[in-house]
């Protein structure tokens, strides 16, 4: 079955760089979330979107933003990255129809990244 | 106010052996889901097993189930049979119904579980 795709695996950028991530939800998915997780760290929630629109918002900083396009891949825009941003995002996706809470989110593997 | 609470930060297990990791929940929404994670050593975040709060039965999947007590409001997993490959990161999950589409996860802290042979 197809899952949650995120690119890349691995990004590494320096102090005040910009970095993109990608995700691409599982088919007929409609509802994409994006995860941060610092070393030893849960999961904490940041944004997502659903039919493109934003949804929710989390501890997502100023510095970041993110959409979702019309084939409803996400991107996960940073900008001047501090060694704090320095962590596994996660892309989570879902169905949004009728299952606003019963239905589990499925992840894709994560990228980490690393800023030097 | 720590939405979902698990109070062991690690635990051994013998091989073949059950153990039992313990999840606590906080909400008044009456509709919501709880939701089991395991998460590698490699970095992915994989379902395990997923208990509504209308369910009158706990959930199982293969050698995982979920002990739902509703009126303690806990969740707590019980791997049955314990395997080497079960050493991960274990995070209990809570999905509110507050809104009608969208809804997020929120974790706990994660309990790390170590399988001995």
């Known amino acids: 079955a197809a899952g949650v795709i995120q690119s890349p695996r691995h990004l590494i950028k320096e102090k005040r760089e910009t970095a993109t991530l990608k995700c691409y939800p599982i088919?007929?998915?409609?509802?994409v979330y994006w995860y941060q997780q610092g070393p030893g760290q849960d999961p904490q929630f940041l944004i997502s979107?659903?039919?493109?629109?934003?949804?929710d918002k989390g501890s997502i900083p100023d510095r970041f933003s993110a959409q979702q396009f019309s084939d409803y891949h996400s991107e996960l825009n940073m900008s001047s990255l501090e060694l704090g941003d320095s962590a596994l995002y996660f892309c989570a996706s879902s169905s949004g129809q009728g299952a606003s809470y019963n239905s589990p989110l499925h992840f894709g593997n994560g990228t980490r990244l690393t800023v030097t | 106010a720590q939405k979902i609470t698990q109070t062991q930060p690690g635990m051994f297990v013998q091989e073949k052996e059950a153990v039992t990791l313990d999840c606590t929940y906080d909400t008044s929404d009456p509709s919501y889901g709880l939701f089991w994670y395991k998460q590698p050593s490699s970095g992915e975040m994989i379902f395990l097993i997923y208990q509504g709060s209308y369910d009158q039965q706990n959930a199982t999947e293969g050698r995982y189930s979920l002990n739902f007590q509703k009126a303690r409001k806990s969740a707590n997993l019980v791997i049955s049979a314990s395997q080497l490959g079960d050493s991960a990161m274990y995070f209990c999950?809570?999905?509110?119904?507050?809104?009608?589409?969208?809804?997020?996860?929120?974790f706990g802290a994660g309990t790390i579980l170590r399988v001995k042979s």
């Open positions: 088919p007929r998915h409609d509802t």
């Open positions: 999950a809570m999905r509110e119904g507050l809104m009608e589409y969208g809804n997020k996860l929120v």
């Open positions: 979107f659903y039919e493109k629109m934003q949804s």
